[in-house]
Structures are given as structure tokens and as C-alpha cells.
């Protein structure tokens, strides 16, 4: 292509700022992509046999919050384990804060349960059924009885005997769906700009008779 040479030196500077805008563009892709290689380490196996040694430490001694890290860590290293992820589904449902992460991990900790399960056991190749119960669980962090209840039945027809208590959540989880589908009628009224005394009021008594 043929340019007049009073267009020259606009049509150079378009092109260099092209190139700028470019190089920005993929210097962030670069730096998420780095990130990305550094998060997604992979163990050996005696490195992954150290964690899970001490993820279950930690879960033995119901220190939820050490443990999370460990079975993250664990978790990301060996896709389809369901196992694994059962372990880091109960470390954020037990968790201060981050109860509605344990959601998907319980999930995928139900597509391959044992019956008897031992919780001990290193392979991570199967969950224990209690999933379902704790999946319940879950559901019930996020709000969502009716989903709840449907996994609080499922786990109950499941196992013949346990020391959950599937009762008291069922009637919790049904409770919760009768109050959603039927709620109360509330009328507020203004309680106008007074409402205490002159007084302190620090100490209220009341009388004997």
C-alpha cells in the first residue's frame, strides 16, 4: 500500500500505539498464566503422603482452619479423588467464614462413596456416604431447605445406622421449607421520635408487687 508522505507520520504513530496497546494486553495474560504455573505445583508422592499424614492430624483434632490449607493443597494435586475432596468440603463447612465454599467439594465427594468407609484411609479413592448428610449441610449455609431435605432423606435411606443426627436435620430442613413456602405477614409501625424517658435508664428495676 502506497502512502502520501503528509500521512506518513500519522499513519507511524497509529501503528506504534497499536503495538503499545497490544503489549499491554498481554502482560497480564502472561502474569495469570505464571501465577497459575506456580499455584498448580506438583507433589510427589512422598510429598502428597507427608500432607495427607498431617491433613488428617489436623482433622483429628478438629483443627479445621490448619487443615484447609493441607487439603487444598492435596486436593488440587489429585483430581478425581473424591476422597480428598470430602476431607476439604468438612474443613470449610466447619470453617469460620467460608462455609458456602464447601458446596462443590461435597458434591464431588458423592460421585464415589464406600460402605464401611474407614477415615483413615490414604488412597482417597472413595468418600465416606456421610457426604450426602454433610451436603445437606451445605445446602443449608446457602439457604436452600428443600435441596437440604432432599439430601437429608437420600442419606437417610441410605445408612441403617448413624450418629448424625439425620432426624433433628430433617425436621430442621422441613421446618425451614413450611416457613419459606408460607411466610408471615409484618406490619411496621413508628415507634415515633421518643421512645425513652428524661431518666438514664442504665438501671431498670421492678417493683415487688
Known amino acids: 500500500m502506497k502512502i502520501k508522505s503528509k500521512n506518513l507520520k500519522t499513519y507511524t504513530m497509529r501503528k506504534s500505539l497499536i503495538s503499545v496497546f497490544v503489549v499491554i494486553l498481554l502482560q497480564p495474560l502472561s502474569l495469570i498464566s505464571q501465577n497459575t504455573t506456580n499455584q498448580t505445583k506438583t507433589l510427589s508422592p ?4 507427608q500432607l495427607v499424614v498431617k491433613g488428617y492430624k489436623y482433622l483429628k483434632d478438629a483443627e479445621f482452619a490448619d487443615a484447609l ?22 474443613c470449610y463447612l466447619n470453617s469460620f467464614d467460608k462455609q ?12 464415589k462413596t464406600s ?6 484411609e ?12 454433610f451436603l445437606g449441610k451445605s ?3 446457602l439457604n436452600k431447605p428443600d435441596s437440604a431435605l432432599n439430601y437429608f432423606m437420600l442419606y437417610k435411606d441410605m445408612v441403617q445406622t448413624t ?4 432426624e433433628k436435620s430433617i425436621r430442621e430442613a422441613h421446618n425451614a421449607v413450611n416457613m419459606v413456602n408460607s411466610p ?9 421520635d421518643v421512645i425513652n424517658s428524661a431518666y438514664s435508664e442504665t438501671h431498670p428495676v421492678i417493683s415487688g408487687n
Request: proline residues 7%.
Open 46 to 49: 512422598q510429598e502428597n503422603k
Open 184 to 192: 408471615l405477614m409484618v406490619k411496621y409501625q413508628n415507634l415515633s
Open 69 to 90: 490449607p493441607i487439603w487444598l493443597k492435596v486436593a488440587g494435586n489429585n483430581q478425581e479423588k473424591p476422597g480428598y475432596y470430602f476431607k476439604l468440603g468438612l
Open 163 to 166: 450418629v448424625l443426627p439425620v
Open 139 to 141: 445446602y443449608m449455609e
Open 115 to 120: 460402605t464401611p468407609y474407614n477415615f483413615n
Open 100 to 111: 458456602v465454599k464447601a458446596l462443590p467439594y461435597l458434591k464431588l465427594a458423592t460421585k
Open 122 to 133: 490414604t488412597s482417597g479413592t472413595a468418600s465416606s456416604v456421610d457426604a450426602y448428610f
